[in-house]
């Protein structure tokens, strides 16, 4: 049997694990990269790739909705050893959002 992750290590505090409640089924997990689409993340159970789920792209209306480095999100973590699927992404404590670079009006999220 693996060793779970203290996630605390990853700073998992009260008030994510609050906002975590309301979603049982699914997984804290903490993106650690973001590239093309795919994510690194991490929960108590280990490390896994993972990505946005149709119906979470679907309801997305800003590019700084979708889950950036740093952000905790609410995953189905999909012990079958495909991807995790992201279905949620936490309140976030802090950001910087910024336009970005290029023509389009988009925005970017840097977390800190």
């Known amino acids: ?16 694990e609050k906002s ?3 979603f049982e089924d699914l997984t804290v997990s903490r993106v650690l990269s973001q590239e093309k689409g795919i994510y690194r993340l991490v929960s108590s159970q280990g490390e ?3 990505e946005i ?7 997305i209306q800003a590019k700084s909705e979708y889950p950036a ?3 905790f999100v609410m995953t189905d973590w999909n012990h079958s ?15 910087f959002i910024r336009k970005a ?9 840097w977390m800190f």
Do not use: C
């Not at 049997?1 to 994510?16: A, C, D, P």
């Not at 789920?53 to 309801?59: E, L, M, P, T, V």
């Not at 050893?81 to 950001?95: D, E, F, Q, T, Y």
């Open 101 to 109: 670079a290029g023509e389009k009006t988009e925005e970017q999220v």
């Open 1 to 16: 049997m693996k060793n779970e992750i203290n996630m605390r290590q990853y700073g998992l505090s009260e008030t994510v």
């Open 69 to 71: 480095v740093g952000d």
């Open 20 to 22: 975590a409640e309301r």
């Open 48 to 50: 896994k790739w993972g």
């Open 81 to 95: 050893g495909g991807n995790a699927i992201i279905h949620h992404v936490l309140p976030r404590k802090s950001s």
């Open 53 to 59: 789920s149709g119906k979470f792209q679907y309801r």
